[in-house]
């Protein structure tokens, strides 16, 4: 009898460590990559030093009533070295045309160089919601805009909440540049 229980205590110890299809269903991470140019007007490209590109659009799914806040994000470059990047996260305001205005904005980012990563340090923490979009604008100059195409950013699982991290194992994290390139190039 206390050889089952005994059995049964570690069963239930290894089970409760396991994480369950439901928490992976409660919370999920949804990146996609985009290639918008966002500023049409050269002489404005020039002030900014590079064309403002929509990159893509990261999205957080909750459906836990549980409150979590998110107050970074970094995204780790996949693809040649790149000295500079300057880059800027933004919230996406449901049915509303996305702007890249300072009442969006989110935070500046970061560029570490030797980490090769976009530290996305927010201004004041996030809390999430049912669904909240966020939207990955980079300042593209003309010498780095085909680097950028051939490579692709991961979301480092670090930087998440401990309630997202799972979304990590299931699906890569990732803003694929160089797929996107190749559908354009399919397209045309």
Not at 164 to 183: E, M, N, R, Y
């Amino acid at each position: 009898m206390k050889q089952r229980l005994l059995y049964s205590i570690i069963a239930l110890l290894v089970l409760s460590n396991i994480p369950s299809t439901k928490a992976s269903e409660d919370f999920a991470v949804i990146l996609k990559p985009e290639w918008q140019d966002l500023e049409s007007n050269p002489e404005k490209a020039k002030i900014f030093g590079g064309k403002w590109i929509l990159a893509g659009s990261i999205v957080f799914k909750k459906r836990a009533k549980e409150t979590v806040h998110l107050n970074r994000l970094y995204l780790q470059w996949q693809g040649a070295c790149i000295d500079k990047l300057i880059g800027s996260l933004y919230r996406v305001e449901p049915d509303k045309k996305f702007i890249p205005i300072q009442d969006n904005l989110v935070c500046d980012g970061i560029w570490n160089k030797a980490q090769q990563t976009l530290m996305l340090n927010f201004d004041k923490k996030e809390t999430i919601g049912f669904n909240n979009t966020f939207y990955l604008v980079l300042t593209v100059p003309n010498t780095l805009e085909s680097i950028l195409k051939k490579g692709s950013f991961s979301l480092l699982t670090s930087s998440l909440p401990e309630e997202f991290k799972i979304c990590a194992v299931a699906h890569p994290l990732t803003l694929s540049f160089d797929v996107l390139g190749a559908q354009i190039t399919k397209l045309d």
